[in-house]
């Protein structure tokens, strides 16, 4: 990584085929830091002083970052260099990266197909070697599902690992700041530096973490689990499970134990996560009236005010989830949906603990399907299923990663490893291991 060197003008080239950058900026860090100078990108619905944070809606298309989130200045602190902001799903809604309000952007593999979201503009940036590393948000696998579509790490550390102090809220029992790197190690480093207690941030952890002392060391007796439900659910492209199967028999060839399990209640994942993200986003996003941040449109009423400055300043696919939100936490619906979605969330962490009770990690595809062409996702459940095997780890609070494994028609394939809650270091480790026998991806320079 201490190698790398960012060339801006060569950026900004590629970044007119694949719309990734939403502001070229530099804040420069520590000169007597560790990592000086090495750049990286941040997701633009995280503050950092001196640029704008947009979360790519029109309704803060001008709002300036007021201070820098605590993750961003940690970074600063040990040398790291900010060149600039990403693009997004609007306020991080999304898994393809086409609800953006400045454009989708384009899978630097194959132009015409989504790079995944809502950190979509970081995973491409990342697979373009624009930067080394790039930070995202993950609140039901926008870190993950990305990094698989490009062919690139991505991170998801234990929920509170990392301070949200900075990260515009969309789910607060779900959301985490995570990495999309050009390998394991890089992002190991990027979240090492940025754990840890912020006074900020109540729900930050104490901890001071060493992700990196140990992890080209191969773990010994590895225990992997894989959910039987991966090869029942429906919507799981053949491919998939083809590679996935192939990526299982050179896992047991190598010695690794692999065992199916049953994961109840996997298969009710997705639905739950709908009811409870769009809920809290629907009190997150209250915000957003046009009185304290960004857009307004006055009108002779405040009521109208509020409403015009809502419908012209935000997308459909945050409008469709505030109004789920409303929906299920209104007086009528709480208990027959919000209530006994947290009663199956809870189930769903039980059949987790089981799990961690043998295993060292559980393995599934990062993604059902491939990256589809831009366009192609019909209706808001073919886009919401794309999460189906992410989810789960954003509702128990887990580290998951992904990590490349090998091409399906020229297209990247990755594969996803939940572990126990803390146990971020012992995961990183195996996914360390996994990456040395499945190599990682080079992107052919004939695309950009």
């Not at 009108?299 to 929906?327: C, H, N, P, W």
């Not at 089981?354 to 059902?368: G, V």
């Amino acid at each position: 990584m201490k190698d790398f060197v960012f060339d801006i003008e060569k950026s900004k080239k590629i970044n007119e085929k694949i719309n990734a950058i939403l502001e070229f900026k530099t804040i420069e860090g520590n000169k007597n830091g560790k990592y000086y100078n090495i750049p990286f990108l941040v997701k633009d619905n995280i503050q950092v002083l001196g640029t704008k944070n947009t979360c790519a809606s029109k309704i803060l298309e001008n709002y300036n970052s007021t201070y820098t989130a605590t993750a961003v200045q940690k970074l600063l602190d040990a040398g790291f260099t900010v060149v600039g902001k990403t693009n997004l799903d609007e306020f991080a809604m999304g898994g393809s990266n086409e609800n953006s309000a400045f454009g989708p952007v384009r899978n630097p593999w194959d132009l015409e197909r989504i790079p995944g979201g809502s950190s979509g503009g970081s995973a491409a940036a990342v697979a373009a070697k624009i930067v080394p590393f790039a930070l995202g948000s993950d609140t039901g696998g926008s870190v993950r599902q990305p990094a698989s579509f490009c062919g690139v790490v991505g991170y998801k550390p234990t929920y509170g690992a990392i301070s949200r102090y900075g990260l515009s809220a969309f789910s607060s029992s779900l959301d985490q700041i995570g990495v999309l790197a050009n390998n394991v190690e890089n992002a190991a480093i990027a979240v090492e530096v940025m754990s840890g207690k912020d006074e900020n941030d109540s729900t930050s952890l104490d901890i001071k973490w060493d992700l990196t002392s140990n992890l080209k060391n191969k773990p010994d007796n590895l225990k992997i689990a894989v959910p039987k439900e991966v090869f029942e659910l429906d919507g799981v492209d053949e491919k998939v499970l083809n590679k996935f199967n192939e990526i299982i028999d050179t896992l047991k060839s190598n010695g690794v134990t692999v065992d199916e399990i049953n994961i109840p209640h996997l298969k009710y994942a997705v639905s739950i996560y709908y009811i409870i993200a769009p809920s809290e986003a629907s009190s997150n996003l209250s915000r957003y009236d046009g009185m304290r941040y960004g857009l307004r449109k006055e009108y002779d009423s405040l009521k109208d005010t509020y409403m015009e400055t809502r419908d012209q300043g935000l997308g459909i696919e945050v409008k469709r989830r505030i109004f789920m939100g409303a929906f299920t936490l209104s007086s009528a619906y709480y208990d027959a949906y919000f209530a006994k979605a947290s009663k199956i969330r809870a189930l769903l962490n039980k059949d987790f603990e089981n799990a961690f009770e043998k295993y060292d990690a559980i393995l599934t595809p990062t993604a059902p399907i491939l990256p589809p062409k831009i366009g192609e996702l019909k209706t808001p459940l073919e886009n919401y299923l794309m999460d189906l095997f992410t989810i789960p780890a954003n509702m128990i609070g887990s580290p998951a990663i992904s990590i490349p494994a090998g091409l399906i028609d020229n297209l990247p394939f990755g594969i996803h490893l939940v572990s126990k809650p803390l146990e971020d270091a012992k995961m990183l480790q195996i996914a360390k291991y996994f990456e040395e026998l499945f190599g990682t991806l080079e992107l052919p320079e004939v695309q950009l």
